[in-house]
C-alpha cells in the first residue's frame, strides 16, 4: 500500500468511524468511499470482534496476596516517617515490619501465590530504605 | 462508566471529583491505609487487565498490577496532584513497569499469549481468536498497543485514553485508526491465515 493510499484510506475510516458514531449506517460510509470497501468492512469488523473480546481477571487469591502486601508497606512506610519525624530510629520498628511482612509472605505462599516474590522485595527495599 | 470516577458516587460534579481525589492523595500521602486499599480494590484488576494484554503471562500481570502500587507507594510523596486523575497517574506507573520489562526481557512475548489456557468446548474460537489477535498485537508500536488495550479490551473513553497517553483528544481516533489497520495487516501475515485455516478445518 502506498502511503498516499494508506493516508486516503486513513481519513475515510476516521470518517466513518464520525458517520457511525453518530448514528449513520455502515452503507452511508461504503457509498461515500467505495474504494476502500474492503477495508471499512475489515476494519468494522475488527472492531466488533475487540468490542466482543474479554480478557481473564486476576487470581482472587493473588490480588488477596498483593493487597496484603501493599498494606503492610503502607504500615511500614508510616512507621519510617513517625520514625523520621521523631528522630528515633528503633530497630524495633523494622523489625515488627518484618515481622508482619513475613506473615504475610507467609500467607501468600500457604494460598499457593509464589508470584508475589517481587511485590514483597519492594517492600523490603522500603523497609530496609 | 468513567473509571477516573469510580472513586466517587454518581453524578458528582467533575470539580467535586477533582476536590475528592485532591482529598484522596493528601491522605495517601499521610500514608492512610483505607485509602490504599480502595484504591487498590477499585484500580487493580483494569490494571492486571493492561498488563496481561501487554505482556501475556497472567502471573506476571498480577505481580506487575501489584507492583504499580507499590510503586505509587515510593512516588506518592512527589506527586504533586493537579487534577490529573489518580487512575492516569497509575496507569503511567504500568506504562513504565511495562517498559523496563521490555527492556530488561528482549524475549518478552515472542511466544503465543497464553498457550497454557485451554479452550473449553463452547469457547473454543473465541480463546483462538483472542490468541491470534493478542500476537499480532505484539507488532505494534507501544502506542498502538495502548490505545487498542485502553479503548477496546478496557472500554475507556477517548478522553480518558487521551489523557492516560498524554495526547490530545483529536490524536487518540487517529492513533486508533492507524493501530487498527496495523493489526489486521498483522492477523493478515500467512501465520495467521494459516492458523485460521487449521483451526477452521479442525472444527469441521
Given amino acids: ?129 | 462508566m468513567d473509571m477516573f470516577a469510580s472513586l466517587d458516587a454518581a453524578g458528582r460534579s467533575k470539580n467535586k471529583a477533582m476536590t475528592d481525589e485532591r482529598e484522596q492523595v493528601k491522605r495517601a500521602k499521610q500514608r492512610d491505609a483505607a485509602i490504599w486499599g480502595a484504591w487498590y480494590d477499585t484500580y487493580y484488576a483494569n490494571l492486571f487487565r493492561y498488563a496481561y494484554a501487554r505482556i501475556g503471562s497472567r502471573e506476571d500481570a498480577e505481580d506487575l498490577a501489584s507492583q504499580v502500587f507499590v510503586e505509587a507507594l515510593k512516588g506518592i510523596d512527589g506527586f504533586n496532584y493537579k487534577g490529573r486523575p489518580v487512575l492516569a497517574w497509575l496507569y503511567g506507573i504500568a506504562l513504565n513497569l511495562v517498559a523496563q520489562r521490555y527492556r530488561a526481557d528482549s524475549r518478552t512475548r515472542t511466544a503465543p499469549l497464553a498457550p497454557t489456557e485451554e479452550p473449553n468446548a463452547s469457547g473454543a474460537d473465541a480463546v483462538i481468536d483472542r490468541v491470534d489477535i493478542e500476537k499480532a498485537l505484539v507488532a505494534l508500536t507501544p502506542d498502538q498497543q495502548d490505545v487498542i488495550i485502553l479503548r477496546f479490551f478496557l472500554s475507556m473513553s477517548v478522553r480518558e485514553t487521551a489523557t492516560i497517553l498524554g495526547k490530545t483528544e483529536n490524536a487518540v481516533p487517529v492513533l486508533q485508526v492507524r493501530a487498527l489497520a496495523a493489526l489486521r495487516r498483522q492477523l493478515a501475515e500467512p501465520e495467521s491465515a494459516l492458523r485460521e485455516l487449521k483451526r477452521r478445518g479442525g472444527n469441521d
Fill in chain 1, 1 to 129: 500500500m502506498t502511503n498516499r493510499r494508506d493516508d486516503e484510506m486513513i481519513r475515510a475510516l476516521l470518517e466513518c468511524e464520525r458517520i457511525v458514531a453518530g448514528g449513520g449506517g455502515l452503507d452511508d460510509c461504503l457509498s461515500r468511499y467505495p474504494s476502500f470497501a474492503v477495508d471499512i468492512r475489515e476494519h468494522f469488523s475488527l472492531v466488533s470482534e475487540l468490542q466482543a473480546l474479554e480478557l481473564p481477571g486476576p487470581a482472587p487469591e493473588r490480588e488477596s496476596a498483593g493487597r496484603s502486601a501493599l498494606l503492610t508497606a503502607v504500615a511500614a512506610s508510616a512507621q519510617r516517617r513517625s520514625r523520621g519525624a521523631s528522630g528515633l530510629k528503633p530497630a524495633a520498628v523494622v523489625a515488627g515490619a518484618l515481622v508482619a511482612l513475613t506473615l504475610a509472605f507467609g500467607a501468600a505462599a500457604a494460598a499457593g501465590v509464589p508470584g508475589i516474590q517481587s511485590a514483597v522485595e519492594s517492600v523490603l527495599d522500603e523497609l530496609l530504605a
